[in-house]
């Protein structure tokens, strides 16, 4: 089985750095997806870590401990459109058929207020 | 935009019915994905498709089933209806593991 741990939510101010973390435990572990949703629309794909260390891609940043079971999304400059919620997902190892299939986290809403 | 298109965007309809949700995915992608989010669950898988065939399923219900045709379209069904199953239906296709790409999503609320 798998567990995901995501904070439920965040508020920051436009223009600050905020970082969402996200621990998981899992039975095997292949990568760890992060999206963004806006409300009432489809997430969107930011990152996929699959080694230890971070990733940088312009105003996102994405972190992984694979030892430590944790991962963290480092949003800087926020702006007023980064307001959404922030999925962690995590994909198995040697799933059947060869599938991958992520588990997905309840996601972070954040908040960004001026 | 994901280049994945889903239809109907919205359905309303009566407990006890049956309604079939259509994904088209990316163009060359060959599996597809479906998930239900609910406000209380959050994203759940439903079932994958890859070239036509059942590759993987989760969380999904007796009463839900799903197909893919020849020309990689999907289609969700979801029959005798209830309340519950009122929720976001989203499809997502793939053409590796470490990429999923989602449709708008489809809003089926059960009256």
């Known amino acids: 089985g798998q567990n995901i741990d995501q904070p439920t939510e965040m508020t920051a101010t436009e223009g600050a750095i905020v970082q969402i973390n996200c621990t998981y435990q899992?039975?095997?572990?292949?990568?760890l997806f992060w999206y963004q949703q806006h409300a009432g629309e489809a997430p969107t794909f930011l990152s996929y870590?699959?080694?230890?260390g971070l990733e940088e891609k312009g105003r996102f940043s994405s972190f992984l401990s694979r030892s430590k079971g944790y991962s963290y999304l480092l949003l800087k400059e926020l702006q007023m459109k980064d307001s959404a919620s922030y999925l962690c997902?995590?994909?198995?190892?040697?799933?059947?058929?060869?599938?991958?299939?992520?588990?997905f986290g309840r996601g972070t809403s954040l908040i960004v207020h001026p | 935009d994901s280049g994945v298109t889903q239809t109907p965007k919205h359905l309303i309809t009566a407990t006890g019915q049956r309604v079939t949700l259509r994904c088209s995915p990316r163009?060359?992608?060959?599996?597809v994905y479906w998930y239900q989010q609910s406000l209380d669950q959050g994203l759940q898988f439903l079932i994958q498709?890859?070239?036509?065939?059942?590759?993987a399923k989760g969380n999904i219900l007796e009463r839900f089933s799903a197909q893919q045709f020849p020309d990689l379209h999907s289609e969700l069904n979801l029959s005798s209806l209830e309340l519950g199953d009122s929720a976001l239906y989203f499809c997502?296709?793939?053409?590796?593991?470490?990429?999923?790409?989602f449709g708008p999503g489809t809003r089926l609320t059960v009256l």
């Open positions: 870590n699959v080694l230890d």
């Open positions: 997902a995590v994909t198995p190892t040697g799933a059947s058929g060869g599938s991958y299939i992520p588990t």
């Open positions: 997502a296709s793939s053409a590796a593991d470490n990429e999923q790409f």
């Open positions: 899992t039975s095997g572990f292949n990568g």
């Open positions: 163009s060359g992608d060959l599996s």
């Open positions: 498709y890859y070239n036509g065939e059942e590759r």
